[in-house]
């Protein structure tokens, strides 16, 4: 019999949970950002092998949120938590004493899966620190999703931890959103990469069109922003910066789907869409309301 499940990866922002995701796929699925709360929606990843198959939820980072956009994110987490054979909660490796899950996410109970802790970026730690990291934390694991580091022993524990199962997916996937999805999110990537200040966090992206019948590849997006100003921005003296947006997330677009891309690429004003419901659904978010939990 095989075994399948899902992993759900939790955590405060900026803890690596996109990273580790990609790392255990082996290919980029997650943007990956230095500045917190990039991750705004769940990605699934599929890695499968050795008679296991391994459903990865990518989630936003558990935070108290103060508007429209971050209750959605909470609310992605949350139902990945409920979705979960197995919580992979993970914590900064500088972070020696993490409060548990369930007051991280602000629980009112145990989530309903085990719990495996796993300190990440231990590649950042003096060897000593490291030692006296695992001596106090004896039954978590030390990783590194950067290096590599410790990635076997976790998918060890993994596999064992999941329920006999058929498998939930083709052997063959790696992933379950579409290219639209993807393409979306590596625009707003490269903006998160390529912006300062404030504006990352305003910016959100929408594929208006998607034609793989074309050659090359014809797609149309849209980066939407809070503000006029944030839109002189965006497009930058002459249009420089959108150019290099563009360019940029153009050929990691065209390295996933292995095909020549043009990107059609617009920058719209979207009025204080953060902090509406409306407009949060209008871009594809689906959990826009602050739910009670039992």
Known sequence: MTRAGILTICGKPNAGKSTLLNRLVGQKLSIVSSKPQSTRERTVGILTGNEVQI??????GLLDPQYALQRAMRQTALRALDDADLIAYLVDAHESDPPPLVQAAALTAPPRAPVLTVFNKV????????????????????????????????????????????????????????????????????????LEEEVPYSVACA????????????????????RDSQKRIV?????????????????????????PVYLDLWVKVLPNWRRDSNALRRLGFTHTDEESRP
């Open 207 to 226: 594929i208006e069109e998607f034609r793989e019948d074309r050659r090359p590849v014809y797609i149309r997006a849209v980066i939407y922003v809070e």
């Open 123 to 194: 590649d950042t730690l003096e060897p000593a620190a490291r030692a006296a990291l695992g001596a106090a934390h004896s039954d978590a694991l030390l990783v590194s999703a950067l290096t590599g580091d410790g990635i076997p022993t976790l998918l060890e524990r993994v596999r064992a931890a999941l329920p006999e199962s058929p498998y939930l997916y083709p052997e063959d996937d790696v992933g379950s959103q579409s290219l639209r999805f993807f393409a979306s999110e590596f625009v707003r990537e490269t903006a998160l990469e390529q």
């Open 235 to 259: 497009i930058g003296q002459g249009g420089a910066r959108i150019r290099e947006i563009g360019r940029a997330s153009r050929e990691k677009i065209e390295a996933m789907i292995d095909a």
């Open 55 to 60: 459903v990865l939820l990518d989630t936003p």
